[in-house]
C-alpha cells in the first residue's frame, strides 16, 4: 500500500497489473520496471525506512534484494527483448488483411531476431548492468 502511494507518486510510467493473455501487456510490464527499475528500489528503501508494520519492511527488504540481484536483472531484459519480438509479430499477424507471404515474412524476422539474442549475452549483460546504475 505505501509502495504504491510512494511510487504512483513520482511516476509518470505506471506499474500495472499484469493480463496474462496478451503479449503487449507483458512487455509493458517489463519496460515499466526497466524504466523505473531505480524509483522501485528506492520505493521499497523508503517503506523500509517509514513503515511502522514490521511484515511491510521485511517483505519490501526481502523484494529489494531479489530485485538487485543480477539474475533478476539480466532475465527482465532477457525476457524484454523476447517479448518484444513475439508481440511485434503477434500484433502483425492478427491483421486482417495480412497474406500469407508477409506473414511468412514475419515470423522468419521474429524467429532470426530471437535467435540473434544467443549471441548478444555480452550486450545484455550490459544493458542489465545499466538498470542497476553500474554499467557503462
Not at 509518470?12 to 522501485?40: H, Y
Not at 526481502?62 to 530485485?67: A, L, P, V, Y
Not at 519480438?85 to 521474429?110: F, H, M, P, W
Request: aromatic share 12%.
Amino acid at each position: 500500500e505505501i509502495f504504491f502511494l510512494i511510487f504512483f507518486a513520482e511516476s509518470e510510467e505506471k506499474l500495472k497489473k499484469l493480463n496474462p493473455t496478451r503479449w503487449s501487456s507483458r512487455v509493458q510490464s517489463i519496460l515499466a520496471v526497466k524504466l523505473r527499475f531505480a524509483d522501485i528500489i528506492k520505493a521499497l528503501v523508503e517503506i523500509n525506512l517509514k513503515s511502522t508494520k514490521k511484515e511491510e519492511r521485511e517483505e519490501a527488504i526481502r523484494i529489494k534484494n531479489k530485485m538487485m540481484k543480477f539474475d533478476f536483472v539480466f532475465i527482465c531484459e532477457f525476457l524484454f527483448r523476447v517479448m518484444n519480438e513475439i508481440n511485434y509479430g503477434s500484433k502483425i499477424l492478427q491483421k486482417r488483411d495480412i497474406t500469407l507471404d508477409e506473414a511468412t515474412l514475419v515470423l522468419n524476422r521474429v524467429y532470426e531476431n530471437i535467435s540473434k539474442l544467443r549471441d548478444s549475452y555480452e550486450e545484455i549483460k550490459s544493458e542489465a548492468k545499466k538498470w542497476q546504475g553500474i554499467g557503462e
